[in-house]
């Protein structure tokens, strides 16, 4: 069975610095794999997706994520943080878009 | 418009108690979920209806009933409620088939048991 393992539970970067969040999934074959995020209260909102193709995807809000299919990873970085962008961030695998499997979550702070 | 809406968003009930959390989706999509997020923020699967039937149901107890009227509707009945039942529960909807499909989550609903 897949897994995915976000080894960061939180994180604390200063505004206007890079940002890097880490995911580690399991699985025999390439899948199709997300990040999600959470603001506090709030829903899950879509930040990016990687289905095939290009490894560096771009998403919404100036996330991009790298799939490398060598380390097993789908880290979303970011190139200058905003206040805005603390949430909780949720990287999520799957061997159908279907059928999800999310990692455990990793709590981003922002300090002024 | 909200393309996946959940009522209610919080709801404080007492042990025993049977509640219902609705969802919809206005979206067209052919497949709805319902996921839980325990207080651990882990999100985890509960069911998952293609076209009204049911295709996911992972070891969740026979409390918890899900129904689905139409496509676009997805209901999450619980019965006896317990203590361990808190949690935030989190309704989706995606399409069933074809490349580039992405599952959208409503808002959420706060479930509390006291």
């Known amino acids: 069975a897949q897994s995915v393992t976000q080894p960061d539970i939180h994180i604390t970067v200063s505004e206007g610095a890079s940002l890097e969040l880490r995911c580690n999934y399991s699985?025999?074959?390439?899948?199709?794999l997300f990040w999600y995020v959470q603001s506090p209260g709030q829903g899950l909102q879509l930040l990016l997706k990687y289905f095939s193709g290009d490894t560096l995807v771009q998403g919404i809000k100036g996330f991009e994520a790298e799939f490398k299919r060598s380390q097993s990873s789908f880290n979303l970085r970011k190139p200058s943080v905003h206040w805005s962008d603390a949430a909780e961030y949720f990287c999520?695998?799957?061997?159908?878009?279907?059928?999800?499997?999310f990692g455990g979550g990793t709590r981003l702070m922002v300090k002024p | 418009d909200t393309a996946v809406s959940q009522t209610p968003k919080y709801l404080v009930t007492q042990m025993g108690n049977d509640k219902s959390i609705k969802c919809e989706q206005n979206?067209?999509?052919?497949?709805m979920y319902w996921y839980k997020q325990d207080s651990k923020k882990f999100l985890k699967i509960m069911f998952s209806y293609n076209n009204k039937e049911l295709i996911i149901n992972e070891t969740v107890p026979n409390r918890f009933s899900p129904k689905s009227p139409d496509k676009a509707h997805l209901n999450l009945h619980i019965n006896s409620l317990e203590l361990g039942d808190s949690a935030v529960y989190f309704c989706?909807?995606?399409?069933?088939?074809?490349?580039?499909?992405?599952?959208?989550f409503g808002e959420g609903s706060w479930l509390t048991v006291v």
């Open positions: 989706a909807s995606s399409h069933q088939t074809g490349s580039g499909n992405t599952i959208y």
């Open positions: 979206l067209g999509h052919d497949t």
């Open positions: 999520a695998v799957g061997i159908s878009p279907n059928m999800l499997t």
């Open positions: 699985y025999g074959a390439t899948p199709y």
